[in-house]
């Protein structure tokens, strides 16, 4: 008995707030106060919703590096066989149809490195996919279904920016790979930072149950519209425990306008200015009531914040009149600008609000000549560019740092090794400076018995010894 009436408890509550069902622009939030009104059910905009959310199938070939089978020594003694050398390692997730021609939203995480896609619609059908676009800062990416010539079902966009704590939202994915499920909750924040999941650290957080398998999954408002790409849980068990966090549904529609424009990377507004936490010291310090808003720490040259007069020291507050708490919802509000117009930024300078406007511009670009160190050398097996603004701001590094950074270490490898990492930038070898990726590969090749390298890695500068 008592079983059945915690049920029954959940059932009054879940269709308590079910009575919700009215487009988002006049969504009336009320407390029912009829019978009638808690009679009411999520099945009309389950129907709605449900038939554009599908499964996703990657696969990724990987290559089992054991020495033993390379040795001539083991293979005489003990055969070829053994462990294969390639296995197939497969991910699950979801995914949501965003155009009629195919186009679907999912994670990054699910379909990275992924050589084989499939996609599985709620019909049980099942199609290949192509990767149209992967940011991996967002943690999105854009799915097309090949070979298809239909119009598929669709989720409309809604307004993130609308939600507010305690609306309703259903969570509909592929958890576990059991099949479709539908769950519901209440969003528990609007706008959760420091969650460490991608660079952009803003989210919608809820209790709608999220578990693995729903990611890139749908998180539905009650009108039936997109509001968020569910991405992550917090949990101790790998179980769902009321603590979910969803990419708001405005990133999603940046992401997917560049998809939809042919390009192959996702183009966002540069501020130009690096910025840090204001702490309860840094608050006390410039006068402020509260730890809040974005402090500028340094201002890169002829950038859009240096021609719109912000300075080191000032402390963002809002864009075009929304408040930030932090440097992340900064970076969330601003990327999430359209380039080409302008941004009302508000600053703090000496007690003062100024409104400035920022040109909304893209990342300067500059040829990267991106090459992999492949001669005998502390670097072979380390992939190496040339630093613009638009990689460090890829890279989160000090925005006015230039030279050679290394992108990418290959396991295994030489560089490993020795220790060198992704966002490392080479300043010396052998006491000659590095200014481009070609001096790099050519003094990489010198028949050199000992290397004397010179790195800055964050704020530190390091000079190291290797010997050949």
């Known amino acids: 008995m008592a079983r059945l009436r915690i049920l029954a408890v959940a059932a009054a509550v879940s269709l308590l707030f079910a009575a919700l069902a009215q487009p988002a622009a006049a969504q009336d939030r009320r407390v029912p106060d009829s019978l009638g009104q808690l009679l009411l059910s999520f099945a009309p905009i389950v129907q709605r919703a449900a038939p554009a959310v599908v499964n996703v199938y990657a696969a990724h070939v990987v290559e089992n590096r054991n020495p033993f089978f390379d040795d001539p020594f083991f293979r005489q003694f003990f055969g070829g066989g053994g462990m294969p050398r390639e296995q197939v390692e497969r991910a699950l997730g979801s995914g949501v149809i965003i155009d009629p021609s195919g186009l679907v939203v999912t994670n990054f995480h699910v379909i990275k490195d992924a050589s084989e896609i499939k996609v599985a619609l709620a019909d049980k059908r099942e199609f290949d996919a192509a990767i149209v676009l992967k940011d991996q800062r967002s943690d999105l990416a854009v799915l097309r279904i090949k070979g298809a010539h239909e119009r598929f079902p669709t989720l409309e966009f809604g307004d993130s920016d609308r ?151 000032d402390v963002i507050v809002s864009v075009d009149g929304t408040e930030v708490d932090d440097p992340n919802a900064f970076d969330y509000r601003f990327a999430t600008k359209p380039l080409g117009s302008t941004a009302q930024v508000a600053v703090l300078r000496r007690g003062q609000e100024t409104v400035v406007p920022v040109a909304l511009q893209p990342l300067p670009q500059t040829p990267r000549d991106e090459i992999e160190i492949s001669s005998a050398s502390p670097f072979r097996g380390a992939t190496v560019a040339n630093l613009s603004p638009a990689l460090a701001d890829e890279l989160r590094l000090d925005p006015q740092a230039h030279g050679v950074v290394i992108t990418a270490v290959a396991d295994g490898s030489t560089a490993q090794v020795f220790g060198f990492q992704p966002g490392d930038i080479v300043v010396a070898v052998n006491n000659e400076k590095i200014a481009n990726t070609a001096d790099l590969e050519r003094i990489s090749k010198s028949a050199n018995r000992s290397w004397r390298v010179t790195l800055r890695r964050g704020d530190q500068q390091i000079s190291v010894m290797f010997s050949g």
């Open 163 to 313: 939600l507010q704590v305690g609306d309703v939202v259903l969570a509909i994915g592929d958890p576990f790979g059991v099949g479709q499920t539908v769950t519901h909750g209440i969003v528990s924040a609007v706008a959760r930072t420091e969650v460490g999941i991608s660079d952009y650290q803003f989210f919608i957080q809820t209790d709608a149950a999220i578990n693995p398998g729903n990611s890139g999954g749908a998180l539905v408002d009650m009108s039936g519209h997109l509001i968020g790409i569910n991405t992550a849980i917090y949990s101790r068990s790998g179980g769902s425990q009321g603590i979910g966090f969803a990419i708001p549904s405005n990133m999603v529609r940046v992401v997917v306008a560049s998809a939809k424009g042919g390009s192959k990377a996702v183009q966002r507004p540069w501020l130009g200015a690096k910025l840090q936490q204001v702490t309860p010291d840094i608050a006390d310090s410039l006068g402020l009531k509260r730890p809040s808003g974005a402090l500028v720490a340094s201002v890169v040259a002829d950038s859009p914040a240096a021609r719109a007069g912000i300075r080191t020291g």
